[in-house]
Structures are given as structure tokens and as C-alpha cells.
Nanobody, 122 residues
Framework: QVRLIESGGGLVQAGGSLRLSCAAP????????IAWFRQAPGKDREWVAS???????AYYAGSVVGRFTISSDNPNTVYLQMNSLKPEDTAVYYC????????????????WGQGTQVSVSS
């Protein structure tokens, strides 16, 4: 288990931007990918984006392509730049290690952090 700490959420109007941060102070060598997931009220948690540990390869859910950018400038911090936000982006956003099975991204750890709330008003 690796401790992950999310921050940067807030309330914005539709069309606005936010930048989320995921800090992994004890990230270990076996966590090759960090991903962002989100959970909207009344819905299942869904995968949003992933990035490898060198920060060179990123993957995105179709709903956020062209609007969100995942990045990393060191192995212990991953960012999610969210532009052109929509009300349907409203959710609690979490980061976690991740692995891919075909087209599906699954969380690496069973335990989640507190997440960071993103609320987009119309």
C-alpha cells in the first residue's frame, strides 16, 4: 500500500479550469502507473486518466480527451489539469496506482485516500 494524497479541488463555473495534485511521498518501484479516478454522486467510481512513472505515456477516458491533461514532473507527484470543465465532471477525484486489463484500467490498491471534491456549476 502506498499513501496517496489528493488536493486542488474546488468549485468552478462551467468552462473553467482546475489543477489537481496527487502526492505519493512513499512511492515505490512497483507502482509503474498512477491514475486518476472519480466518483460522482450515485455513480460508480470511474477511471479518468493514467500516466507511467517516467511521465512519458498518458492515457485518457474518452469523456475527458482534449480537456484534461495528466502530467508528472517527478515520481512522487502527479497532476491533472482540467480545462473546459462541465457540470458532468462534478465528482470526488482520487488517485491510485493502476494497472490495465485490455481497455480497462483498475486501481492497484484497495484502500483509497479522501479524494478532492470538484464541483462544476452550470
Amino acid at each position: 500500500q502506498v499513501r496517496l494524497i489528493e488536493s486542488g479541488g474546488g468549485l468552478v463555473q462551467a468552462g473553467g479550469s482546475l489543477r489537481l495534485s496527487c502526492a505519493a511521498p512513499e512511492r515505490t518501484f512497483f507502482v509503474n502507473v498512477i491514475a486518476w479516478f472519480r466518483q460522482a454522486p450515485g455513480k460508480d467510481r470511474e477511471w479518468v486518466a493514467s500516466i507511467n512513472n517516467s511521465g512519458t505515456t498518458a492515457y485518457y477516458a474518452g469523456s475527458v480527451v482534449g480537456r484534461f491533461t495528466i502530467s508528472s514532473d517527478n515520481p512522487n507527484t502527479v497532476y491533472l489539469q482540467m480545462n473546459s470543465l462541465k457540470p458532468e465532471d462534478t465528482a470526488v477525484y482520487y488517485c491510485n496506482g493502476a494497472h490495465q486489463y485490455g481497455d480497462i484500467w483498475l486501481p492497484l490498491f484497495d484502500t483509497w485516500g479522501q479524494g478532492t471534491q470538484v464541483s462544476v456549476s452550470s
